[in-house]
Protein backbone atom coordinates (compact mmCIF):
# COMPACT_ATOMS: atom_id res chain seq x y z
CA UNK A 1 0.00 0.00 0.00
CA UNK A 2 1.60 3.30 -1.01
CA UNK A 3 1.45 5.99 1.82
CA UNK A 4 0.07 9.79 0.46
CA UNK A 5 2.54 12.36 1.61
CA UNK A 6 2.31 16.27 1.27
CA UNK A 7 4.68 17.85 -1.82
CA UNK A 8 5.45 20.82 -1.91
CA UNK A 9 3.08 22.64 -4.11
CA UNK A 10 0.40 20.09 -4.38
CA UNK A 11 -2.42 21.05 -6.61
CA UNK A 12 -4.62 20.74 -3.51
CA UNK A 13 -2.75 22.88 -1.73
CA UNK A 14 -2.53 26.00 -4.09
CA UNK A 15 -4.86 25.24 -7.18
CA UNK A 16 -2.12 25.62 -9.21
CA UNK A 17 -2.27 24.74 -13.15
CA UNK A 18 -0.95 21.69 -14.30
CA UNK A 19 1.34 23.06 -17.17
CA UNK A 20 5.68 22.85 -15.67
CA UNK A 21 6.88 25.27 -17.98
CA UNK A 22 4.80 28.47 -18.43
CA UNK A 23 7.29 31.06 -20.75
CA UNK A 24 6.46 34.34 -19.75
CA UNK A 25 5.21 36.01 -22.64
CA UNK A 26 7.72 38.94 -24.39
CA UNK A 27 8.10 42.20 -22.84
CA UNK A 28 6.34 40.78 -19.39
CA UNK A 29 6.75 42.36 -16.42
CA UNK A 30 8.20 45.52 -17.78
CA UNK A 31 7.96 48.27 -15.11
CA UNK A 32 9.00 52.21 -16.18
CA UNK A 33 12.96 52.70 -16.10
CA UNK A 34 12.61 55.55 -13.99
CA UNK A 35 11.07 53.26 -11.37
CA UNK A 36 13.30 50.71 -11.33
CA UNK A 37 16.10 53.00 -11.56
CA UNK A 38 14.75 54.54 -8.20
CA UNK A 39 14.47 51.02 -6.37
CA UNK A 40 18.25 50.18 -7.56
CA UNK A 41 19.44 53.75 -6.50
CA UNK A 42 17.53 52.95 -2.81
CA UNK A 43 19.27 49.96 -2.44
CA UNK A 44 21.66 51.35 0.12
CA UNK A 45 20.07 55.05 0.96
CA UNK A 46 22.53 56.39 3.10
CA UNK A 47 25.57 55.96 0.48
CA UNK A 48 23.24 57.35 -2.21
CA UNK A 49 22.26 60.27 -0.33
CA UNK A 50 25.23 61.25 1.26
CA UNK A 51 26.77 60.93 -2.24
CA UNK A 52 23.94 62.76 -3.90
CA UNK A 53 24.10 65.79 -1.31
CA UNK A 54 27.74 66.10 -1.80
CA UNK A 55 27.60 66.11 -5.17
CA UNK A 56 24.30 68.87 -5.25
CA UNK A 57 26.98 70.82 -3.19
CA UNK A 58 29.81 70.56 -5.57
CA UNK A 59 27.72 71.61 -8.84
CA UNK A 60 26.25 74.21 -6.26
CA UNK A 61 29.03 76.13 -4.84
CA UNK A 62 29.61 77.82 -8.30
CA UNK A 63 26.32 79.81 -7.76
CA UNK A 64 27.92 80.86 -4.12
CA UNK A 65 30.76 81.52 -5.21
CA UNK A 66 29.52 83.90 -8.61
CA UNK A 67 27.84 85.76 -5.75
CA UNK A 68 30.00 86.30 -3.74
CA UNK A 69 32.50 87.62 -6.61
CA UNK A 70 29.89 90.37 -7.69
CA UNK A 71 29.89 91.52 -4.05
CA UNK A 72 33.42 91.57 -3.90
CA UNK A 73 33.61 93.57 -7.18
CA UNK A 74 30.78 95.80 -5.99
CA UNK A 75 32.18 96.44 -2.98
CA UNK A 76 35.77 97.10 -4.47
CA UNK A 77 34.29 99.84 -6.81
CA UNK A 78 32.49 101.41 -4.05
CA UNK A 79 36.42 101.48 -2.30
CA UNK A 80 34.75 99.40 0.67
CA UNK A 81 38.07 97.39 0.98
CA UNK A 82 37.81 95.63 3.93
CA UNK A 83 35.02 94.54 3.04
CA UNK A 84 36.68 93.48 -0.28
CA UNK A 85 38.73 90.89 1.79
CA UNK A 86 35.87 89.90 3.36
CA UNK A 87 33.99 88.82 0.68
CA UNK A 88 37.32 87.65 -1.18
CA UNK A 89 37.86 85.79 2.14
CA UNK A 90 34.02 83.93 1.47
CA UNK A 91 35.22 82.82 -2.40
CA UNK A 92 37.86 80.83 -0.97
CA UNK A 93 35.80 79.08 1.32
CA UNK A 94 33.02 78.81 -0.87
CA UNK A 95 35.78 76.89 -3.48
CA UNK A 96 37.40 75.42 -0.63
CA UNK A 97 33.80 73.40 0.81
CA UNK A 98 33.08 72.59 -2.95
CA UNK A 99 37.11 70.64 -3.33
CA UNK A 100 36.12 68.51 0.54
CA UNK A 101 32.57 67.80 -1.60
CA UNK A 102 33.83 66.61 -4.70
CA UNK A 103 36.85 64.40 -2.69
CA UNK A 104 34.85 62.71 -0.31
CA UNK A 105 31.60 62.88 -2.85
CA UNK A 106 33.91 60.61 -5.76
CA UNK A 107 34.74 58.55 -2.24
CA UNK A 108 30.96 57.22 -0.96
CA UNK A 109 29.38 57.79 -4.41
CA UNK A 110 32.28 54.64 -5.92
CA UNK A 111 30.31 52.62 -2.95
CA UNK A 112 27.25 53.65 -3.68
CA UNK A 113 28.02 52.33 -7.67
CA UNK A 114 28.95 49.05 -6.25
CA UNK A 115 26.26 48.28 -4.50
CA UNK A 116 23.73 48.93 -7.41
CA UNK A 117 25.45 46.82 -9.74
CA UNK A 118 25.98 44.22 -6.95
CA UNK A 119 22.04 44.23 -6.62
CA UNK A 120 21.37 43.88 -10.42
CA UNK A 121 24.15 40.94 -10.50
CA UNK A 122 22.85 39.41 -7.48
CA UNK A 123 19.37 39.12 -8.50
CA UNK A 124 20.31 37.85 -11.76
CA UNK A 125 22.71 35.10 -10.72
CA UNK A 126 20.60 34.11 -7.55
CA UNK A 127 17.28 33.29 -10.31
CA UNK A 128 19.95 31.51 -12.60
CA UNK A 129 21.07 29.50 -9.41
CA UNK A 130 17.93 29.21 -8.29
CA UNK A 131 15.94 25.51 -9.20
CA UNK A 132 12.78 26.16 -8.92
CA UNK A 133 10.45 28.30 -7.16
CA UNK A 134 8.84 32.15 -7.12
CA UNK A 135 12.71 33.63 -8.14
CA UNK A 136 14.03 31.08 -10.68
CA UNK A 137 15.02 32.30 -13.72
CA UNK A 138 15.55 30.96 -18.00
CA UNK A 139 19.20 29.52 -18.32
CA UNK A 140 21.07 32.14 -19.66
CA UNK A 141 22.39 31.41 -23.44
CA UNK A 142 26.16 31.26 -23.45
CA UNK A 143 29.44 33.03 -21.26
CA UNK A 144 28.67 36.12 -24.11
CA UNK A 145 25.77 36.50 -22.77
CA UNK A 146 26.79 36.62 -18.99
CA UNK A 147 29.26 38.97 -19.81
CA UNK A 148 27.00 41.84 -21.40
CA UNK A 149 24.42 41.43 -18.89
CA UNK A 150 26.20 41.31 -15.61
CA UNK A 151 28.79 43.77 -16.94
CA UNK A 152 27.49 46.18 -19.44
CA UNK A 153 24.34 46.02 -18.93
CA UNK A 154 24.75 47.04 -14.83
CA UNK A 155 26.81 49.77 -16.04
CA UNK A 156 23.96 51.30 -18.07
CA UNK A 157 21.95 51.54 -15.19
CA UNK A 158 24.47 52.94 -13.05
CA UNK A 159 25.55 55.19 -15.48
CA UNK A 160 22.12 56.48 -16.04
CA UNK A 161 22.02 56.95 -11.80
CA UNK A 162 25.05 58.86 -11.95
CA UNK A 163 23.58 60.96 -14.42
CA UNK A 164 20.19 61.41 -12.49
CA UNK A 165 22.59 63.19 -10.01
CA UNK A 166 24.67 65.43 -12.26
CA UNK A 167 21.42 67.02 -13.72
CA UNK A 168 19.62 67.63 -9.98
CA UNK A 169 23.25 69.09 -9.00
CA UNK A 170 23.05 71.03 -12.44
CA UNK A 171 19.16 71.72 -12.00
CA UNK A 172 20.08 73.12 -8.22
CA UNK A 173 22.84 75.29 -9.70
CA UNK A 174 20.60 76.67 -12.94
CA UNK A 175 17.65 77.94 -10.22
CA UNK A 176 20.15 79.60 -8.43
CA UNK A 177 21.90 81.21 -11.13
CA UNK A 178 18.72 82.08 -12.50
CA UNK A 179 17.58 83.50 -9.29
CA UNK A 180 20.87 85.85 -9.43
CA UNK A 181 20.45 86.56 -13.11
CA UNK A 182 16.56 87.78 -12.82
CA UNK A 183 16.96 89.95 -10.25
CA UNK A 184 19.71 91.94 -12.27
CA UNK A 185 18.15 91.12 -15.83
CA UNK A 186 14.62 88.82 -15.96
CA UNK A 187 15.17 88.45 -19.86
CA UNK A 188 18.88 86.57 -19.51
CA UNK A 189 16.72 83.92 -16.79
CA UNK A 190 13.98 83.36 -18.91
CA UNK A 191 16.47 82.64 -21.82
CA UNK A 192 17.99 79.93 -19.60
CA UNK A 193 15.41 77.33 -20.61
CA UNK A 194 15.48 77.32 -24.74
CA UNK A 195 18.62 75.10 -24.73
CA UNK A 196 16.99 72.79 -22.37
CA UNK A 197 13.54 72.48 -24.56
CA UNK A 198 15.53 71.83 -27.78
CA UNK A 199 17.85 69.41 -26.18
CA UNK A 200 14.14 67.61 -24.78
CA UNK A 201 12.77 67.59 -28.22
CA UNK A 202 15.86 66.09 -30.20
CA UNK A 203 16.51 63.07 -27.87
CA UNK A 204 12.57 62.33 -28.06
CA UNK A 205 12.88 62.47 -31.48
CA UNK A 206 15.57 60.55 -31.56
CA UNK A 207 14.43 58.12 -29.21
CA UNK A 208 13.91 54.76 -31.57
CA UNK A 209 16.82 54.91 -32.38
CA UNK A 210 18.96 55.26 -29.62
CA UNK A 211 17.39 52.04 -28.12
CA UNK A 212 17.73 50.18 -31.42
CA UNK A 213 21.80 51.17 -31.63
CA UNK A 214 22.57 49.89 -28.08
CA UNK A 215 20.26 46.91 -28.44
CA UNK A 216 22.05 45.90 -31.43
CA UNK A 217 25.76 46.67 -30.04
CA UNK A 218 25.05 44.55 -27.07
CA UNK A 219 23.80 41.21 -29.53
CA UNK A 220 27.09 42.05 -31.40
CA UNK A 221 29.48 41.95 -28.20
CA UNK A 222 27.49 38.90 -26.93
CA UNK A 223 28.29 36.84 -30.22
CA UNK A 224 32.61 38.30 -30.01
CA UNK A 225 32.46 36.77 -26.52
CA UNK A 226 29.96 34.24 -26.75
CA UNK A 227 32.34 32.73 -29.59
CA UNK A 228 35.91 33.55 -27.63
CA UNK A 229 34.06 31.64 -24.41
CA UNK A 230 33.58 28.91 -26.88
CA UNK A 231 36.86 28.62 -28.29
CA UNK A 232 38.88 28.85 -25.07
CA UNK A 233 36.38 26.00 -23.95
CA UNK A 234 37.16 23.91 -26.75
CA UNK A 235 40.86 24.65 -27.36
CA UNK A 236 41.87 21.26 -28.07
CA UNK A 237 39.36 20.63 -30.39
CA UNK A 238 40.56 23.12 -32.22
CA UNK A 239 44.34 22.41 -32.16
CA UNK A 240 43.24 18.88 -32.99
CA UNK A 241 40.96 19.92 -36.09
CA UNK A 242 43.48 22.39 -37.32
CA UNK A 243 40.64 24.89 -37.05
CA UNK A 244 42.50 28.09 -36.47
CA UNK A 245 42.46 29.73 -39.89
CA UNK A 246 38.02 29.01 -40.29
CA UNK A 247 37.59 29.87 -36.53
CA UNK A 248 39.64 33.54 -37.32
CA UNK A 249 37.79 33.72 -39.95
CA UNK A 250 34.50 33.81 -38.23
CA UNK A 251 35.81 35.81 -35.53
CA UNK A 252 36.85 38.46 -37.83
CA UNK A 253 33.21 38.37 -39.09
CA UNK A 254 31.81 39.19 -35.81
CA UNK A 255 34.27 41.64 -34.49
CA UNK A 256 33.53 43.62 -38.19
CA UNK A 257 29.78 43.70 -37.15
CA UNK A 258 30.79 44.40 -33.69
CA UNK A 259 32.68 47.22 -34.57
CA UNK A 260 30.31 48.64 -36.86
CA UNK A 261 27.19 48.82 -34.30
CA UNK A 262 30.05 50.41 -31.51
CA UNK A 263 31.10 52.98 -33.54
CA UNK A 264 26.98 53.56 -35.06
CA UNK A 265 25.97 53.53 -30.91
CA UNK A 266 28.68 55.66 -30.01
CA UNK A 267 28.54 58.29 -32.48
CA UNK A 268 24.88 58.57 -31.97
CA UNK A 269 25.72 59.18 -28.65
CA UNK A 270 28.42 61.72 -29.13
CA UNK A 271 25.59 63.49 -31.42
CA UNK A 272 23.58 63.64 -29.04
CA UNK A 273 26.24 65.14 -26.71
CA UNK A 274 27.17 67.61 -28.86
CA UNK A 275 24.35 68.84 -29.58
CA UNK A 276 23.44 69.24 -25.99
CA UNK A 277 26.79 71.11 -26.04
CA UNK A 278 25.91 73.42 -29.04
CA UNK A 279 22.43 74.18 -27.92
CA UNK A 280 23.96 75.28 -24.23
CA UNK A 281 26.26 77.32 -26.25
CA UNK A 282 23.10 78.83 -27.98
CA UNK A 283 21.60 79.84 -25.10
CA UNK A 284 24.83 81.69 -23.53
CA UNK A 285 24.89 83.76 -26.81
CA UNK A 286 21.00 84.43 -26.27
CA UNK A 287 21.93 85.30 -22.73
CA UNK A 288 24.75 87.90 -23.93
CA UNK A 289 22.22 89.21 -26.93
CA UNK A 290 19.30 89.94 -24.44
CA UNK A 291 21.74 91.68 -21.79
CA UNK A 292 24.23 93.04 -24.62
CA UNK A 293 22.04 96.66 -24.40
CA UNK A 294 22.26 96.79 -20.80
CA UNK A 295 26.05 96.04 -21.30
CA UNK A 296 26.74 98.23 -23.71
CA UNK A 297 24.41 101.48 -22.03
CA UNK A 298 26.86 100.54 -18.82
CA UNK A 299 23.91 99.96 -16.75
CA UNK A 300 25.55 97.18 -15.27
CA UNK A 301 27.99 97.43 -12.54
CA UNK A 302 31.22 95.95 -11.95
CA UNK A 303 29.42 93.19 -9.25
CA UNK A 304 26.67 92.69 -12.04
CA UNK A 305 29.25 92.08 -14.96
CA UNK A 306 31.46 89.40 -12.93
CA UNK A 307 28.41 87.68 -11.78
CA UNK A 308 27.92 87.26 -15.72
CA UNK A 309 30.81 86.27 -16.12
CA UNK A 310 31.16 83.52 -13.13
CA UNK A 311 28.11 81.65 -14.42
CA UNK A 312 28.48 81.93 -18.22
CA UNK A 313 30.68 78.77 -18.18
CA UNK A 314 28.60 77.19 -15.92
CA UNK A 315 25.10 77.82 -17.68
CA UNK A 316 26.16 75.21 -20.05
CA UNK A 317 26.31 72.31 -17.65
CA UNK A 318 22.74 71.54 -17.57
CA UNK A 319 21.61 71.58 -20.70
CA UNK A 320 24.84 68.96 -21.72
CA UNK A 321 23.68 66.93 -18.69
CA UNK A 322 20.04 66.01 -19.54
CA UNK A 323 21.03 65.59 -22.96
CA UNK A 324 23.57 62.42 -21.63
CA UNK A 325 20.83 61.87 -18.90
CA UNK A 326 18.12 61.59 -21.75
CA UNK A 327 20.07 59.31 -23.53
CA UNK A 328 21.09 57.34 -21.17
CA UNK A 329 17.35 56.71 -19.99
CA UNK A 330 17.02 54.81 -23.57
CA UNK A 331 20.41 52.82 -23.04
CA UNK A 332 18.95 51.73 -19.44
CA UNK A 333 15.74 50.57 -20.64
CA UNK A 334 17.45 48.43 -23.10
CA UNK A 335 19.74 47.20 -20.20
CA UNK A 336 16.63 46.69 -18.27
CA UNK A 337 14.72 44.63 -20.92
CA UNK A 338 17.39 42.34 -21.52
CA UNK A 339 18.41 41.38 -17.92
CA UNK A 340 14.74 40.48 -17.25
CA UNK A 341 15.13 37.58 -19.30
CA UNK A 342 17.58 35.94 -17.20
CA UNK A 343 15.68 36.64 -13.86
CA UNK A 344 11.77 35.07 -12.43
CA UNK A 345 8.78 35.43 -15.06
CA UNK A 346 10.83 37.65 -16.93
CA UNK A 347 9.99 40.47 -15.04
CA UNK A 348 12.22 43.30 -14.69
CA UNK A 349 10.95 44.40 -11.03
CA UNK A 350 12.96 41.04 -10.22
CA UNK A 351 16.05 42.05 -11.44
CA UNK A 352 15.45 45.05 -8.50
CA UNK A 353 13.99 42.90 -6.02
CA UNK A 354 15.69 44.56 -2.47
CA UNK A 355 18.38 41.43 -0.63
CA UNK A 356 21.12 42.35 1.84
CA UNK A 357 24.56 42.00 -0.04
CA UNK A 358 27.08 42.03 2.74
CA UNK A 359 30.11 44.00 0.92
CA UNK A 360 31.13 46.22 3.34
CA UNK A 361 33.30 44.80 6.28
CA UNK A 362 31.36 45.89 9.10
CA UNK A 363 28.20 44.51 7.23
CA UNK A 364 28.64 41.05 9.25
CA UNK A 365 29.48 38.78 5.94
CA UNK A 366 27.80 35.13 6.87
CA UNK A 367 27.39 32.48 4.20
CA UNK A 368 23.84 31.91 3.70
CA UNK A 369 22.73 28.66 5.06
CA UNK A 370 21.97 25.83 1.81
CA UNK A 371 18.43 25.91 1.95
CA UNK A 372 17.46 22.07 0.00
CA UNK A 373 13.89 20.77 0.26
CA UNK A 374 12.82 18.24 2.88
CA UNK A 375 13.55 14.44 2.31
CA UNK A 376 9.92 12.68 0.83
CA UNK A 377 10.99 8.72 1.06
CA UNK A 378 10.19 7.27 -2.92
CA UNK A 379 7.37 4.74 -3.14
CA UNK A 380 6.76 5.47 -6.73
CA UNK A 381 6.99 8.11 -9.37
CA UNK A 382 3.82 8.19 -12.14
CA UNK A 383 4.73 9.95 -15.28
CA UNK A 384 1.32 10.37 -16.81
CA UNK A 385 0.66 12.29 -20.36
CA UNK A 386 3.49 13.89 -20.80
CA UNK A 387 4.02 15.76 -23.85
CA UNK A 388 6.87 18.35 -24.59
CA UNK A 389 6.78 20.30 -27.80
CA UNK A 390 8.86 23.29 -29.11
CA UNK A 391 6.69 25.47 -30.86
CA UNK A 392 4.73 23.48 -33.51
CA UNK A 393 7.62 20.60 -33.38
CA UNK A 394 6.01 17.76 -30.95
CA UNK A 395 9.18 15.58 -29.10
CA UNK A 396 7.31 13.49 -26.61
CA UNK A 397 4.08 12.52 -27.61
CA UNK A 398 1.66 10.93 -24.36
CA UNK A 399 4.58 9.38 -22.49
CA UNK A 400 3.28 7.77 -19.22
CA UNK A 401 5.11 5.08 -17.01
CA UNK A 402 6.01 4.17 -12.96
CA UNK A 403 8.81 3.75 -11.69
CA UNK A 404 9.31 1.48 -8.09
CA UNK A 405 10.91 2.24 -5.27
CA UNK A 406 14.66 0.52 -6.09
CA UNK A 407 13.47 0.14 -9.48
CA UNK A 408 16.44 0.54 -12.10
CA UNK A 409 14.81 1.55 -15.70
CA UNK A 410 16.74 2.45 -18.97
CA UNK A 411 16.13 4.21 -21.37
CA UNK A 412 16.90 3.78 -25.00
CA UNK A 413 16.18 4.63 -28.57
CA UNK A 414 17.45 6.26 -31.65
CA UNK A 415 19.51 9.33 -31.73
CA UNK A 416 16.80 12.65 -31.45
CA UNK A 417 14.40 10.42 -29.83
CA UNK A 418 14.24 12.32 -27.67
CA UNK A 419 15.66 10.82 -24.36
CA UNK A 420 17.63 13.41 -22.43
CA UNK A 421 14.27 15.50 -23.37
CA UNK A 422 12.28 13.00 -21.75
CA UNK A 423 14.53 13.14 -18.43
CA UNK A 424 14.71 16.88 -18.63
CA UNK A 425 10.68 16.88 -18.59
CA UNK A 426 10.66 14.95 -15.89
CA UNK A 427 12.66 17.01 -13.60
CA UNK A 428 10.99 20.65 -14.96
CA UNK A 429 14.48 21.42 -16.56
CA UNK A 430 13.16 21.33 -19.95
CA UNK A 431 13.34 25.19 -20.66
CA UNK A 432 11.63 26.93 -22.97
CA UNK A 433 10.01 24.03 -24.09
CA UNK A 434 5.87 23.75 -23.73
CA UNK A 435 5.59 20.60 -21.11
CA UNK A 436 1.67 19.15 -20.33
CA UNK A 437 1.15 16.25 -18.28
CA UNK A 438 1.61 15.08 -14.90
CA UNK A 439 4.80 13.54 -12.50
CA UNK A 440 3.67 12.11 -8.94
CA UNK A 441 5.47 11.51 -6.25
CA UNK A 442 3.57 8.57 -4.20
CA UNK A 443 0.63 9.75 -5.97
CA UNK A 444 0.68 13.42 -4.97
CA UNK A 445 1.52 15.58 -8.15
CA UNK A 446 4.32 17.93 -8.10
CA UNK A 447 3.73 20.95 -9.42
CA UNK A 448 6.99 22.81 -9.63
CA UNK A 449 9.16 19.68 -10.29
CA UNK A 450 12.68 21.39 -10.87
CA UNK A 451 11.96 22.90 -6.80
CA UNK A 452 11.24 19.55 -5.43
CA UNK A 453 13.41 17.22 -7.80
CA UNK A 454 16.70 17.75 -6.12
CA UNK A 455 18.93 16.52 -3.34
CA UNK A 456 18.19 14.53 -1.57
CA UNK A 457 14.65 13.95 -3.60
CA UNK A 458 16.49 13.52 -6.72
CA UNK A 459 19.52 14.30 -8.62
CA UNK A 460 20.81 14.18 -12.38
CA UNK A 461 23.61 13.69 -14.41
CA UNK A 462 23.75 15.32 -17.87
CA UNK A 463 25.33 13.56 -20.42
CA UNK A 464 28.19 16.59 -20.43
CA UNK A 465 29.66 16.53 -16.87
CA UNK A 466 29.88 20.19 -15.53
CA UNK A 467 33.35 20.42 -13.16
CA UNK A 468 34.84 23.70 -12.12
CA UNK A 469 38.79 24.09 -11.72
CA UNK A 470 38.71 22.81 -7.69
CA UNK A 471 39.73 19.82 -5.44
CA UNK A 472 38.16 16.45 -5.84
CA UNK A 473 36.47 17.05 -2.52
CA UNK A 474 34.73 20.75 -3.64
CA UNK A 475 33.87 19.57 -6.60
CA UNK A 476 31.52 16.64 -5.30
CA UNK A 477 30.20 18.39 -2.10
CA UNK A 478 29.23 21.39 -3.89
CA UNK A 479 28.56 22.79 -0.20
CA UNK A 480 28.86 21.19 3.17
CA UNK A 481 29.09 17.71 3.95
CA UNK A 482 30.63 15.43 5.94
CA UNK A 483 33.83 13.05 5.27
CA UNK A 484 31.27 9.75 5.47
CA UNK A 485 29.31 11.01 2.98
CA UNK A 486 31.86 11.98 0.66
CA UNK A 487 33.38 8.59 0.87
CA UNK A 488 30.24 6.50 0.18
CA UNK A 489 29.61 8.74 -2.88
CA UNK A 490 33.31 7.96 -4.02
CA UNK A 491 33.14 4.18 -3.81
CA UNK A 492 28.98 3.97 -5.40
CA UNK A 493 30.56 6.13 -8.43
CA UNK A 494 33.60 3.27 -8.34
CA UNK A 495 35.95 6.11 -8.46
CA UNK A 496 37.70 5.83 -4.84
CA UNK A 497 40.59 3.78 -6.16
CA UNK A 498 41.64 6.73 -8.86
CA UNK A 499 41.52 9.27 -5.81
CA UNK A 500 43.32 7.37 -3.56
CA UNK A 501 46.27 7.19 -5.98
CA UNK A 502 46.10 10.40 -6.50
CA UNK A 503 49.02 12.50 -4.75
CA UNK A 504 46.73 14.90 -3.12
CA UNK A 505 43.47 12.49 -2.43
CA UNK A 506 40.69 14.29 -2.33
CA UNK A 507 42.51 17.60 -1.99
CA UNK A 508 43.89 16.88 -5.70
CA UNK A 509 43.34 20.20 -7.36
CA UNK A 510 41.67 18.96 -11.13
CA UNK A 511 42.25 21.97 -13.81
CA UNK A 512 39.60 24.06 -15.38
CA UNK A 513 36.86 21.94 -16.32
CA UNK A 514 38.20 18.56 -15.26
CA UNK A 515 41.12 18.18 -17.35
CA UNK A 516 43.95 16.80 -15.61
CA UNK A 517 41.37 13.93 -15.25
CA UNK A 518 40.70 11.38 -18.22
CA UNK A 519 36.87 11.53 -19.91
CA UNK A 520 35.89 8.39 -17.62
CA UNK A 521 36.84 9.98 -14.27
CA UNK A 522 35.25 13.08 -14.64
CA UNK A 523 31.96 11.42 -15.99
CA UNK A 524 32.31 9.19 -12.14
CA UNK A 525 33.95 12.24 -10.42
CA UNK A 526 30.32 13.63 -11.61
CA UNK A 527 28.02 10.99 -10.79
CA UNK A 528 29.94 10.89 -6.87
CA UNK A 529 28.20 14.45 -6.83
CA UNK A 530 25.13 13.22 -7.84
CA UNK A 531 25.00 10.73 -5.20
CA UNK A 532 26.88 12.15 -2.69
CA UNK A 533 23.47 13.50 -0.99
CA UNK A 534 22.17 9.85 -1.56
CA UNK A 535 19.02 10.82 -3.32
CA UNK A 536 15.60 9.09 -3.67
CA UNK A 537 15.61 9.17 -7.14
CA UNK A 538 18.90 9.25 -10.04
CA UNK A 539 18.57 10.10 -12.96
CA UNK A 540 21.58 9.18 -15.48
CA UNK A 541 21.93 10.66 -19.36
CA UNK A 542 24.34 8.29 -21.64
CA UNK A 543 26.25 7.52 -17.86
CA UNK A 544 27.85 4.62 -20.00
CA UNK A 545 29.08 6.69 -23.08
CA UNK A 546 32.71 7.30 -20.97
CA UNK A 547 33.18 3.99 -19.56
CA UNK A 548 34.68 0.85 -20.07
CA UNK A 549 32.11 -2.30 -19.50
CA UNK A 550 34.22 -3.58 -16.74
CA UNK A 551 33.49 0.12 -14.53
CA UNK A 552 30.24 0.39 -15.94
CA UNK A 553 29.48 -3.12 -14.37
CA UNK A 554 30.87 -2.19 -11.06
CA UNK A 555 28.65 1.20 -10.61
CA UNK A 556 25.70 -0.49 -12.15
CA UNK A 557 26.18 -3.25 -9.02
CA UNK A 558 27.13 -0.64 -6.52
CA UNK A 559 23.81 1.15 -7.08
CA UNK A 560 21.60 -2.05 -7.05
CA UNK A 561 23.27 -2.92 -3.54
CA UNK A 562 23.05 1.06 -2.45
CA UNK A 563 19.08 -0.18 -3.38
CA UNK A 564 18.76 3.32 -5.36
CA UNK A 565 15.99 4.03 -7.35
CA UNK A 566 17.39 4.94 -11.32
CA UNK A 567 16.37 6.38 -14.06
CA UNK A 568 19.19 6.07 -16.77
CA UNK A 569 19.63 6.64 -20.39
CA UNK A 570 21.62 3.92 -22.30
CA UNK A 571 22.50 1.98 -25.27
CA UNK A 572 24.72 -0.99 -23.97
CA UNK A 573 23.81 -4.61 -23.09
CA UNK A 574 25.33 -4.51 -19.94
CA UNK A 575 22.37 -1.93 -18.81
CA UNK A 576 19.56 -3.75 -19.99
CA UNK A 577 20.99 -6.89 -18.45
CA UNK A 578 20.73 -5.15 -15.11
CA UNK A 579 17.22 -3.59 -16.14
CA UNK A 580 13.47 -3.72 -14.31
CA UNK A 581 12.24 -2.32 -17.61
CA UNK A 582 13.67 -1.10 -20.84
CA UNK A 583 11.83 1.77 -22.18
CA UNK A 584 12.38 2.49 -26.27
CA UNK A 585 11.79 5.42 -27.43
CA UNK A 586 10.56 5.95 -31.05
CA UNK A 587 9.24 8.96 -33.21
CA UNK A 588 8.32 10.47 -29.69
CA UNK A 589 6.44 7.63 -28.22
CA UNK A 590 7.40 4.53 -26.59
CA UNK A 591 7.22 1.43 -28.18
Known sequence: MTAHVEIPGHPDQDDAPRSQERPAPPGSGVTNVWTLTWRVSQHRPKEFWLGWVLFVVFFTMPAVTGFLLAKGYSALEAGNSNATVWWAVGVAVSETIRMIAVHHGALIWTKAWTHMQTLLRANMLSAQMASGGLHAGQPIGSAGSAITHFRDDTEDVANFVDGMVDVSGGLVFTVLAGIALGSADASAAVVLAIPLVGVGVATRVLDTRIKEYRSADRAATEEVTGLLGDVMAAATTVKVN?????????????????????????????????????????????????????????????????????????????????????????????????????????????????????????????????????????????????????????????????????????????????????????????????????????????????????????????????????????????????????????????????????????ATMIGPRGLRLSGGQRQRLATARALVHSPELVVLDDLSSALDVETEVQLWANLAEAGMTVIAVSHRAVAFERADRILRLSNGRIE
Not at 342 to 349: F, G, I, K, M, Y
Not at 385 to 396: D, E, I, S, T, W
Not at 483 to 496: S, Y
Request: net charge neutral; hydrophobic share 45%; charged share 25%.
Open 242 to 506: DAAEPLLGRLAVLVERRRRTAVRDRVLEEGVMAFSQGSADIGLGLVLLVSAGAIASGSFDLGTLALFTAYLGWLAFLPRMVGRVLARRKQAGVAFDRMRTLVADESAPNTVRRRHLPIDPGDGAVRPPVVRPDRVPLERLDVSRLFVGYGPHRVLDDISFTVGRGDFVVVTGPVGAGKSTLLRAILGLAWQADVTGSVCWNGAEIVDRSAFLVPPNAALLSQVPQLISDSVADNIALGPTTPDRLDAALRLAAIDTDIDEMPDGR
